[in-house]
């Protein structure tokens, strides 16, 4: 998977350019903390993956060791494949090609699909609902309830969703089952309401009106930030990005 580099510095951004935007300006928390300050002491996520067509196998001990390597391979404009993630073929169990093109297929701007996917832990209240992939396959945006505060709709790393089993005990499965027909902006406004994610059934007997509020996001790292202004040093126009967020993408703000 490729993400064109901006060599010539057009002052137009491109759509991973904007995604990568969204990417800087939060951060998955689980709790009241940041992935990878609550992580478990010497867990790590295991990676293989193709870089440019050479192979490598890799194991990180941090979810932003990856999401280091991956930023600096998109933006030299190369071509990353992920084959494995954590434990041997959960990557595909989790994320399998017929779901990640369906993904991809909402991924367009000004659109209010049903969400593609229904991601679960059976041992916990954990629940995530894909709606779209990003740069190229390598982010979704996903309406999850892992941070205290309520639900949260956000453009997320998958490693970091594939990092929450080995570094936090949270396995999430894929839902074979789960099959939506209302729009992702019901699931946000019902999320809203209740200060939880409501499902079908119980999702059609609420009174929605379509006046859909932003979910509460909070805000990425100052590392994380950081890396953000330096590309805009590099490439000024990417600071009209700056305070985009994921609502910007879709039809119901």
């Known amino acids: ?19 990568l935007a969204m990417l800087f300006m939060t951060d998955l928390h689980v709790g009241s903390e940041r992935l990878y300050k609550v992580k478990r002491r010497g867990t790590s996520l295991n990676l293989r993956y193709e870089l440019d067509g050479v192979m490598h196998q890799r194991s990180y001990l941090s979810a932003l060791s990856w999401r280091a390597i991956l930023l600096f391979a998109l933006t030299e404009g190369k071509t990353v494949t992920v084959h494995e993630m954590d434990q041997p073929g959960r990557y595909q169990r989790l994320f399998p090609k017929t779901m990640l093109r369906r993904l991809q297929w909402h991924a367009r701007p000004n659109a209010n699909f049903p969400p593609v996917a229904r991601l679960y832990d059976p ?14 396959g390598h982010a979704v945006d996903a309406l999850h309830n892992l941070t205290d505060g309520g639900p949260v709709f956000q453009p997320l790393w998958i490693s ?72 805009c040093r590099e490439n000024p126009a990417l600071e009209a990005l700056r305070g985009l967020t994921i609502y910007d993408d879709y039809s119901f703000v």
Do not use: W
């Open 123 to 136: 041992n916990s209240k954990a629940v995530m609902l894909l709606t779209r992939n990003r740069i190229c």
């Open 160 to 231: 970091d969703i594939m990092a929450l089993r080995p570094m936090l005990g949270i396995e999430l499965f894929h839902d074979e089952a789960f099959s939506a027909t209302m729009p992702i902006s019901a699931y946000i406004e019902a999320a809203a309401i209740t200060g939880r994610i409501v499902e079908e059934p119980e999702l059609s007997a609420l009174p929605l009106t379509g006046d859909v509020s932003r979910l509460a996001t909070q805000p990425s790292s100052k590392a994380v930030r950081s890396v953000f202004d330096q590309a």
């Open 1 to 19: 998977m490729q993400t064109p580099s901006n060599d010539d510095h057009d002052e137009t951004p491109t759509q991973p350019q904007i995604d």
